[in-house]
């Protein structure tokens, strides 16, 4: 079993910037990629980039490409997602997720084992 815990998420101005952190803890040794997704109200969750633990190749959505960038602590088990030139659609509740070895990942995060309990990131105008 893998636990994730989220923090970070807040309110911001438009242009502003965060940094989410997902601290896991656990079973991290089977971990061979963690993802951030998100999901706004009334919307289907999306996915926003992941990044393999150990090797830290990173992969972004097209929506946030240039603007987010995830990195890897691999000795604090924790992965960031930093947050640049926010604008209000990036308004949503972004999760955390891990999954395992000899998996097929996309983009719809069916192959993901593990979810965070999700942070609220608010972005106005």
């Known amino acids: 079993q893998v636990q994730l815990v989220e923090s970070g998420g807040g309110s911001v101005q438009a242009g502003g910037s965060l940094r989410l952190s997902c601290a896991a803890s656990?079973?991290?040794?089977?971990?061979?990629?963690m993802a951030w997704f998100r999901q706004a109200p009334g919307k289907e969750r999306e996915f926003v980039g992941s990044?393999?633990?150990?090797?830290?190749?990173?992969y972004y959505a097209d929506s946030v490409k240039g603007r987010f960038t995830i990195s890897r602590d691999n000795a604090k088990n924790t992965v960031y997602l930093q947050m640049n030139s926010l604008k209000p659609e990036d308004t949503a509740v972004y999760y955390c997720?891990?999954?395992?070895?000899?998996?097929?990942?996309?983009?719809?995060?069916?192959?993901?084992?593990?979810w965070g309990q999700g942070t609220q990131v608010t972005v106005s105008s």
């Open positions: 997720t891990a999954g395992g070895y000899g998996r097929r990942y996309d983009q719809t995060g069916r192959a993901y084992d593990y």
């Open positions: 656990g079973r991290t040794i089977g971990i061979f990629q």
């Open positions: 990044i393999t633990w150990s090797v830290g190749s990173t």
